[in-house]
């Protein structure tokens, strides 16, 4: 029986899975997303052009391949829509190849108007939401007031639809917010009826399926491990579980079906939004890796935070999600700088510690690892041997400290910049 690899972000979101999806899709038959929704962004580029995906698994632009948006997925038929219409103008057909879990759950438009009013009362504590309305959605759906898709082809949907428009329309008027869910609507019935028109699954008896004939499947996560709804620096997080575990909820599939757990991470560490960063770099250090990294969110286009590289954290996600190898992405950002720094633990009241605790919030200052830099352009290496050695010594030393092997070095957003360590 085929495992099913899990592939997701050990940081705060952005470490570069779409195009890693994209490069190791030829050597799988499915690509499944099992959480989150339209606040995902992931680009891919080839043949000099980028594209995003924000519900989509990144499989979509390789021929022959299953891809399945499972049930842990919240869906906006509204940003759907317009990723399939630019899919068709660019002459893919994908109809052929998505699968849509029945038990996926619908944004409505009232969901984004709740979404934006919770964020602007929050004032200075505003969490740095995408606005997208996934938390107000994973809110129904855990508070059992959820649609799902599988509920658009049912009798009284409508009916349905109305008394959740209605029950929000209430909890607006406490937030003394008000936008009209209805101009939105015939734009959001007509994502929905397209939606009608895909494969529309069982997912979980159909991914069964699929393991027991023997398909090689690959697990998309959305986000990154620091976001997660349990284990993330809350509440600045995202409303779902973007840990491995998450691959077994947001599918169905159980715990002993998982096989390779591929941790992503970035060379260095971003964050876009509020909360904590303990290694973020308010000085021109952080404004050159902003620049060189193009460090700008795919989904909301803001500026990310920038800082080094967090030990302590990064062994945190590897250790909750059971990540066997690890990818390094934007490797290529780092060049030009004389000294490069990693968080090796954290100063707490005197006390340092390599864990992370509890409250992320409280002044954690940094401890430092330095290294020396290379200067050579490493963008258009092919081969590990010629990364200088400066670069080899970097990666070396994060395998050492994590346990980890690095199986694959990204070198920049195409597809081709993409070096494989020797094993």
């Not at 043949?47 to 632009?61: A, D, K, M, Y």
């Not at 970035?266 to 876009?272: D, E, I, L, Q």
């Not at 509020?274 to 404004?287: A, I, K, N, Q, R």
């Not at 968080?343 to 940094?366: H, K, S, V, W």
């Amino acid at each position: 029986m085929h495992k099913v690899d899990v592939l997701l972000g050990l940081q705060w979101g952005d470490e570069g899975k779409g195009k890693i999806v994209d490069v190791l899709t030829p050597g799988y038959d499915v690509i499944a997303r099992f959480q989150g929704g339209p606040n995902a962004g992931h680009s891919l580029v080839f043949n000099e052009i980028r594209h995003i995906l924000h519900t989509i698994p990144s499989g979509i632009f390789h021929s022959g391949k299953i891809n399945l948006i499972g049930n842990g997925v919240v869906i906006d038929p509204v940003i759907f829509r317009k990723e399939i219409e630019a899919l068709e103008s660019m002459g893919i057909s994908p109809r052929d190849s998505i699968y849509i879990s029945q038990k996926a759950h619908l944004i409505l438009p009232s969901h984004k108007i709740l979404d934006a009013a919770s964020e602007s009362s929050k004032g200075e504590t505003k969490i740095g939401s995408t606005l997208k309305g996934i938390g107000p959605t994973y809110m129904d759906k855990t508070g059992r007031n959820g649609l799902r898709i599988g509920d658009t082809g049912l009798p009284g949907f409508k009916d349905k639809y109305n008394f959740l428009k209605k029950k929000h329309r209430e909890i607006l008027k406490q937030y003394d917010y008000y936008d009209d869910p209805e101009k939105y609507e015939e734009e959001w019935f007509s994502g929905i009826e397209l939606i009608r028109s895909f494969k529309l699954v069982e997912s979980e008896h159909f991914i069964n399926q699929l393991i027991r004939e023997g398909k090689s499947i690959i697990a998309e996560g959305a986000q990154g491990t620091l976001l997660d709804i349990d284990f993330g620096s809350y509440p600045y997080v995202t409303s779902s579980s973007t840990i491995c575990a998450g691959a077994c909820t947001g599918l169905g599939i159980a715990p002993s079906s998982i096989g390779n757990v591929i941790g992503i991470f970035k060379a260095y560490c971003t964050r876009v939004g509020g909360g904590p960063f303990p290694t973020e770099l308010l000085d021109e250090t952080g404004e050159k890796l902003r620049k060189q990294g193009m460090e700008f969110g795919s989904t909301t286009g803001r500026p990310r935070r920038c800082g080094w590289l967090d030990m302590p954290a990064l062994k945190y996600s590897i250790m909750i999600n059971g990540v066997t190898q690890l990818i390094i992405t934007k490797s290529d950002v780092l060049t030009g700088f004389d000294r490069i720094k990693v968080c090796t633990g954290y100063r707490i009241n005197g006390e340092i510690t390599d864990q992370l605790p509890f409250d992320t919030a409280q002044t954690l200052e940094p401890v430092y690892r330095e290294m020396k830099g290379w200067q050579a352009d490493i963008s258009k290496i092919t081969d590990y041997a010629g990364l200088p050695k400066e670069f080899r010594e970097y990666t070396a030393y994060i395998e050492q400290e994590t346990g980890v092997p690095i199986t694959m070095i990204s070198l920049g957003p195409d597809r081709a910049a993409t070096v494989f360590p020797p094993r």
